[in-house]
């Protein structure tokens, strides 16, 4: 005891003087007494620091010592200060403006601007510093705002002002409608591996939601030749030192300063073609190791960005070690407006505490992501103290005042409420847009379908209702999954004929079990080439029937599970018994060029001959795919697999089984195919492919539902798919026997029409498809097809033609998914 307590006191003493931390803070402005908003403090040979806030205020935490803290912002001179920190202290800064001078080479050089000579060097060094670092860990801490600057009080019939005032803005429709804050430790390996795990996040006005903010998502890099940025930009945007830079921009050398004994050039950054997908604004090279220092670019709507008007994206850099610079701060500012409203805000993000040497697990990178439970609990001490860029007054309004909101939000009563309000019937919504009951807290969804858009027509069973509802309840909130049932009752009233159909998904550990049965009129081309509904406009205004139908009556199951990262296998078993079905309506709105419809038999259209005689059938099927990849992010809700940037390849296996059940049939096919959607080419767009083929290894007993089908085309209307034709036959071509088929779609961003003036300010997507499809009845068939898309939209000119010469055009719409 003698010797315990005085050595358990001096430990806890110890412990008391290593963990006290004081605070340095302050305002950081300029010569003008304003304040320089996210100007950045760090301390000299370190990696610790932060940023100021919007209004240039910082806040520090450091152990008691003497520190070299050094405040800097682009575009003003560094200054370095002394301190010896022993209690908190206050610290206001003035910044002055930098003052470039013009070396003896630039004032007398009447050639080329030497800002050329100095992007040339970097361009050279640009490799070496995209790879100078094998690995990396760091903290990351990223602060989002989002603000509404204006909005109408009405748009469209709702009420902007009554939503405007429950979201806790004020009278005029304006303030923080976002404002979210995340701690990360993110981890790096080349040549693409990312691992980070969210230590903290906070989102105003949602206790329970995590923020969108990701290291992952805001980290650039300017060394590569391009930035791709989906959503944002249909193309890739340029980078000042990319390899063919030269090419893209125009330079101008602004000046040099000095800093630390290290020679900063400030070069002006200026596209040669204000259509190009290139930024504006100034990079800042270091000489003798021409590396970047920092910059502020910006693109604009010149460029053809999406959704905003301004990017500005400023990018400071520090020295890690005597070879290393690394990203210090990177802050990304936009503003926009549509149809009255504007918006404007940023996202900031702040490196620290970098490791250039970690040791990784074998496995740490399958993990993209990881978010556990607790992170989004931390309290407003927690924050006081990690926080590293201290809350506006506006920003600390926004939290007390929605931190009140969302406690009133998250109530029972609230949800029955909200819910009250929302499930009320109306009948006018009910017929286009169905009717939805929802039970927020107990994660209950109810959904009828739309009347109108239930009613369709064919030949078979001439105009028929296909009403539909479906129930999901959430059953394992762990893994977010859900229990769904669904049902479709249906009549025709031409063929007199009921049906109905049930679906279930049921989740059962790392299973998912489907189940579905019923009686049913479904198309003879299981992959649906053909909407009822087109098919319905067809009929009724052009006398014209594409679909054809066979009635089924069946009851199928099946097995889906995820094996092992990107491995997928799904088992399946069904029984059926199958009808050909021959027109029973003759009915058309018009009657043009007293046309008539054909059979329902796509290969004798001019005589309702069964295309099958009736039979039963009992088939299993197998289908297992791999897309090489294991990445996943893991969320407390469960995982969630990660698109593979590598291609899918698929196999198939369909065994029908004769004399069991009943079963005419008995065959056995097997099929593979290999896929990959927008796989990115640069500046040229993005490029899918699909490639499939598949034969019948035993074709004993088949009957046509049984055939290979293919996704052809016959109408101005189309699906759009990675593996849809433009001009093929619905039916005609299906076999028993063997096929191969290839689909290769290049979209090219815009590359073309953005260089024309006018054009490219609807940016219009350039899109070349070429489809192929053999088998022993078609030989060599093949379509080209070009086209435009817009958003989603596109429309198409094919061309298709095969051994026999026969040659077809027609233009097609469509829906691009």
Known sequence: MKFTLPFTLLLFISIAAFSQQVTLSGKITDDQNKAIPFASVYIKNTTKGTSANSDGEYVLQLKPGTYQVQYKAVGYGQQSRKLSISANQSINVTLKAESYQLND??????????????????????????????????????????????????????????????????????????LS??????????????????????????????????????????????????GLSNRPVISPIADNALFYY????????????????KIKVIPKRGYDACFQGYIYILEDSWRIYGLDLFITKKQNINFVDTLRVNEQFFPVDQKVWMPSSVKFEFTGGLLGFKIGGYFISIYKDYDLSPVFTKNEFAEVLRITKGVNKKDSAFWEQERPIPLTEEEKTDYQKKAILAKKRESKPYLDSLD???????????????????????????????????????????????????????????????????????????????KGVVNSTVPAGSFTLGFKAGSDVVDLNNTNPVSPFINSLYSLFEKQNYEKLYQKQFLSASVNKRITGGWIATVGAEWADRKWLPNASSYSFFDPSNRNYTSNNPLVPNQDAPLFPDNQSFKISFRTTYDFSDKYETYPS????????????????????????GSDVNYDQISADISKSDINVGVFGRTSFYIAAGKFLNNSSVFYPDYKQFAGNEVLFYKSGIDSFLLLNYYNFSTYTQYIEGHLEQNFSGFILNKIPLIRKLKLQEIVDVNYLSTPTIKNYTELGFGLQYLNFRIMYGTSFNSGSNIKSAIRLGLSF
């Open 638 to 661: 469960g995982k969630r697999y990660l698109p593979s940037p590598y291609p899918t390849i698929g196999f198939n296996y369909d065994k029908g089984i004769s004399n069991f059940l």
């Open 105 to 178: 080479v630039v004032i007398k050089s009447g050639g080329e601007d030497p800002a050329y000579a100095i992007i040339r060097k970097a361009i050279k060094k640009r490799k070496a510093h995209l790879n100078e670092v094998d690995a990396y860990t760091c903290e990351v801490y990223i602060k989002g705002l989002q603000k509404l600057l204006a909005a109408p009080k009405k748009f469209m019939g709702f009420d902007v002002q009554k939503a405007a005032r429950e979201n806790g803005l004020d009278s005029n429709r304006k303030g923080i409608i976002y």
């Open 420 to 498: 009250k309000v929302n499930n009320k019937f109306n009948a006018n919504k009910f017929l286009l847009g169905g009717y939805q009951h929802v039970n927020r807290y107990d994660h209950e969804y109810y959904n009828l379908d739309p009347l109108l858009t239930s009613i369709k027509f064919n030949t078979v069973e001439g105009f028929s209702l296909n009403y539909g509802a479906s129930y999901r309840k959430q059953i394992d909130t762990l893994n977010n999954r859900y229990l769904s049932i669904s049902t479709k009752i249906g009549y025709g009233f031409s063929d007199h004929k009921f």
């Open 250 to 265: 125009n330079y101008k050398y602004i000046g040099f300063s000095v800093e630390n004994g290290e020679t900063i050039d």
């Open 181 to 230: 804050e995340s701690e990360s430790k993110y981890s790096f390996k080349r040549p693409n591996n990312v691992h980070e795990e969210l230590i903290s996040s906070k989102v105003s006005g949602n206790n329970r939601a995590f923020s969108y903010n990701r290291a992952s998502d805001v980290n650039v890099n300017f060394y590569e030749n391009f930035q791709t940025w989906d």
